[in-house]
């Protein structure tokens, strides 16, 4: 008798739910193959969507590796940097002192275009490996997750922690207990920035030069040879890849946040 | 039973560095086991300050408290309170019976003895079947009584209650109040009960405590002789309404430098 069975019922609304967006989605390419129809655009400015569907297929068998091999770094970059996100908002938020010195310091830090450091990184590590691509990515991922988690973690209503003190509960005990559940909402919002983030910052990363089994040298080298449709099917396997990391954090916060207000069953 | 000390304030003061606000001068009260003790008087005259005193959630500035002879802080340790607040402070990750085993899981408590005390608190506070639902999925009431058994779960010698039932609307309240003075009976506990409403102090209590404000002081002891078990009908005799009009009247008599809205929540 749990209260979040799905019903058919349920599931049949969440279908309907997406009704209009994929209507929105399938007219919006509707439209744009026939604006290039209609004005003559030409091919390097914008192709098809027809074309690239077709270099898509044509070339999956070197955009899909490519794309797995990205995929790799900006998981690496997005586990460490959420990891470390987290484990940096812990231990500031545990002294008080550490957070009044790196706060400001980090909020600074959370505005300034960390992608523009990725020829940096390409230098300090090796550019041809995974490595220097992970670390950007992580970067990336790390300030928004620490500067959430944060958040969370110092959002507990004292009430509850007076509730937990007269429990003579250890600070230990009211961080599991407590303020890490509390947190939690918290931390997958900025989980699933820092999953567009790390897929953005491996293959800009890439971009600025790479090995060439990665998607962003193989986006970049097709377009300086004019060949587009190749260019844009592989930002449509970043894309995708993109998606599919967002979406799996979702689902997973849909799975573990169950009592935060929009996942409530109604 | 009783006769025995369970809390003993000696010369309490608490000053508050914020402000420099005297909230507590020179507070003396000795509770005795099964006392049921409320703590009345206007807003800001301390009596959520003595309630954190009395459950070592803040120091005293001078005085001792002592709860089972022992003091308050290794009460606290010893797990020897329960605590209720306006509102009901639960988690809502967890379900309405994790929320009242907390306090057992915390106490190392093995999951078949936490299932059967959770399911007896269950009973008591009529919510047997609600034990897997949400908090989010209860009324502010029923919310309230998780609350009252998840304090109650561990059988704390002292339980404090901070306004209880002060967002709750008057019909719930008087449920309420029953039910709590029947859990009461049937545990022997002794309870510190801070209010704003005479009636409900006079109906409850053993004891009304009165306070006035700035700095913090008692104003005056009411001991209220009616007897239990009390009814609807309580409410009815005249002896009910002496005893609220001297609480009333002692209120007013220390409350002379009360500001006018300030009498005017106290005279209801
Ligand atoms: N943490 C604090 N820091 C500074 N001043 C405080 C603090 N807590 C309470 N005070 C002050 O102490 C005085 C007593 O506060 P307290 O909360 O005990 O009043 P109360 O009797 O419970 O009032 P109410 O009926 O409104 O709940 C008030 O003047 C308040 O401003
Ligand atoms: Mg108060």
Sequence with gaps: ?266 | MTGVNVVEIQSVTKTFPAGNVTALENIDLTLTTGEFVSLIGPSGCGKSTLLRVIGDLIEPSAGTVTVNGKPAKQARGDHDYGIVFQDSVLFDWRTVAKNIGLPLELLGWDRAKRKQRVDEMLELVELGSFGEHYPWQLSGGMQQRVSIARALAFEPALLLMDEPFGALDEMTRERLNLELLSIWQKLASTVVFVTHSISEAVFLSTRVVVMSPRPGRIAGVVDIDLPYPRTVETREEPRYFALVTEVRELLRKRGEHLLPEEEAALTE
Excluded at chain 1, 26 to 35: D, H
Excluded at chain 1, 60 to 71: D, V
Excluded at chain 1, 72 to 93: C, V
Excluded at chain 1, 105 to 115: K, L, S
Aim: hydrophobic share 55%.
């Design chain 1, 1 to 266: 008798m749990s209260s979040y069975t799905i019903t058919p019922g349920s599931v049949g609304r969440q279908a309907r739910e997406w009704v209009p967006a994929i209507a929105v989605f399938v007219l919006a390419i509707a439209v744009w193959q026939g604006a290039i129809a209609a004005f003559h655009i030409q091919q390097f400015l914008l192709p098809k969507p027809t074309a690239i569907v077709s270099a898509f297929w044509d070339q999956r068998h070197t955009l899909w590796p490519a794309g797995w091999y990205t995929f790799k770094e900006a998981l690496g970059g997005f586990a460490l940097g959420s990891l470390g996100g987290i484990a940096a908002a812990t231990l500031i938020g545990r002294f008080r002192a550490l957070g009044n010195a790196l706060m400001p310091i980090a909020i600074a830090a959370n505005a300034i275009p960390i992608i523009a450091f990725a020829p940096i990184f390409n230098a300090w590590f090796d550019p041809l490996s995974p490595n220097s691509k992970m670390a950007i990515a992580g970067v990336l991922c790390f300030f928004p997750v620490m500067v959430n988690t944060l958040r969370g973690l110092t959002s507990v209503s004292p009430r509850q922690i007076e509730l937990m003190r007269s429990y003579a509960a250890s600070d230990l005990t009211i961080w599991r207990r407590v303020r890490f559940p509390t947190a939690l909402p918290f931390i997958f919002t900025a989980l699933k920035v820092a999953s567009v983030l790390a897929m953005i910052g491996a293959v800009v990363g890439e971009y600025f030069g790479g090995s060439y089994d990665a998607l962003g040298v193989l986006i970049r080298s097709k377009a300086q040879i004019l060949d587009f449709q190749t260019a844009w099917a592989g930002i449509l396997v970043a894309s995708l890849l993109g998606i599919a990391l967002y979406l799996a954090v979702a689902l997973t916060e849909r799975a573990v946040v169950r009592w935060a207000p929009e996942n409530r069953p109604s």
